[in-house]
């Protein structure tokens, strides 16, 4: 990489002007898809900066999702786009008929990746209360069906999923029993049972990872997650599921449309 000092007066701090160095030499070429990045000691000599601030530039290209730090090996530039998620488009009926496939297995596909999931966890649960509030019932009562779900792309960690659902639509149901949904998925059945995906509401914050999440998601150090709480509302505007997505900040993106009123 050629040689960029780091001038004592512009914009940033220290550390963002060695990330920027960085990200160009990415984005130009210099440093291709699987390319380990120099070492905190030769990028500090290099800038002549602090190897503190070599690292903390590197963590803020690791958050941009540019590069992964392996234990051990290094830093490397990554070799995978992020796994967009389209708001809109994943829940359509047309998708979910042309390809008999769920949400995410549909949007990985289209992606020239490999989905994968598993059910890790299925019962009938207390909702958390800002569950409870967006479905309409009881906070005190095992009024759900909790599902926790875990999606890969390629084999790599990419979410987890927990889906809420009203007992009284759940209830007797593949919904409440397992993971055999058929063709269609998730919302095909709902639409058997009345309840057609039609409008959405979806939350979006960022935090920190729990210790279970980051190992369960193999989260490098310093990642934060995003975490969309969906709810889906039918065809009369009445919410039947609430689920809460976990997904790793680093891999993921969100591309939403939406129709603005006028």
Known sequence: MNEKKVSPQGQGTASRQVAAALRSAIE??????????????????????ARNTAREAVRQLAESGLVTAHHGKGVFVRSKPRLMRFGQWRYSRKLREETGLSPFHAEVAAQDRVPSAFLAEIGRAVPPPEVAE??????????????????????????????????????????????KLGKGDLYA?????????????????????????????????????????????????????????????????LDYMMKVDG
């Open 134 to 179: 967006r479905l309409g019932v009881s906070p005190t009562e095992a009024s759900v069906v909790r599902r926790e779900n875990w999606y890969f792309a390629d084999d790599e960690p990419m979410h987890i999923g927990v889906t809420y659902i009203p007992w009284s639509i759940a209830e007797g149901s593949e919904l409440a029993e397992g993971d």
């Open 189 to 253: 059945r709902f639409s058997e049972l009345g309840h057609e995906i039609t409008y959405t509401r979806e939350e979006v914050t960022a935090r920190m990872p729990t210790l279970d999440e980051r190992d369960g998601l193999r989260l490098p150090e310093g990642v934060p997650v995003l975490v969309v709480l969906h709810t889906g509302l039918d065809q009369d505007r009445r919410p039947f599921e609430v689920t809460q997505f976990t997904m790793r900040a680093d891999y993921s993106g």
């Open 28 to 49: 130009s070429g210099e440093f291709q898809p699987g390319d380990r990045l120099p070492s905190e000691r030769v990028l500090a000599s290099e800038h002549e900066v």
